[in-house]
């Protein structure tokens, strides 16, 4: 069964740190894109970062220089390092891969597996 399984959201404070996970089962990551992607209430999903198969990445200007995209292979993980958390951070975070090379954009219905999400709160 092809599954992708966030982890790593929680309550920080601003200025603070988490790393997120995205597992991946049935699947070898290395051979798909990954990408980031969040919602926070009330608003759209938007992207946030891609890793390639190559391992070329894509960040979006509102996190660039802030987060991280990584992939460990021996894990069949992709990770997302977020820095200097800004309150308007707060969203759920999801991943999502496509049987693809490149980075195809941040269109949620362009990839072919997505996880069920991982709670991040940054809040005083």
């Known amino acids: 069964q092809l599954q992708l399984v966030e982890s790593g959201g929680g309550l920080v404070q601003p200025g603070g740190s988490l790393r997120l996970s995205c597992a991946a089962s049935?699947?070898?990551?290395?051979?798909?894109?990954i990408s980031w992607f969040r919602q926070a209430p009330g608003k759209e999903r938007e992207g946030v970062s891609c890793?390639?198969?190559?391992?070329?990445?894509t960040t979006q200007d509102s996190v660039k220089g802030r987060f991280t995209i990584s992939r460990d292979n021996a894990n069949n993980t992709v990770y997302l390092q977020m820095n200097s958390l800004k309150p308007e951070d707060t969203a759920v975070y999801y991943c999502?891969?496509?049987?693809?090379?490149?980075?195809?954009?941040?269109?949620?219905?362009?990839?072919?597996?997505w996880g069920q999400g991982t709670q991040v709160t940054v809040s005083s």
């Open positions: 049935g699947f070898t990551v290395g051979n798909y894109v």
């Open positions: 999502a891969a496509r049987h693809d090379y490149y980075c195809p954009g941040y269109v949620w219905e362009r990839y072919h597996y």
């Open positions: 890793i390639s198969r190559g391992g070329s990445t």
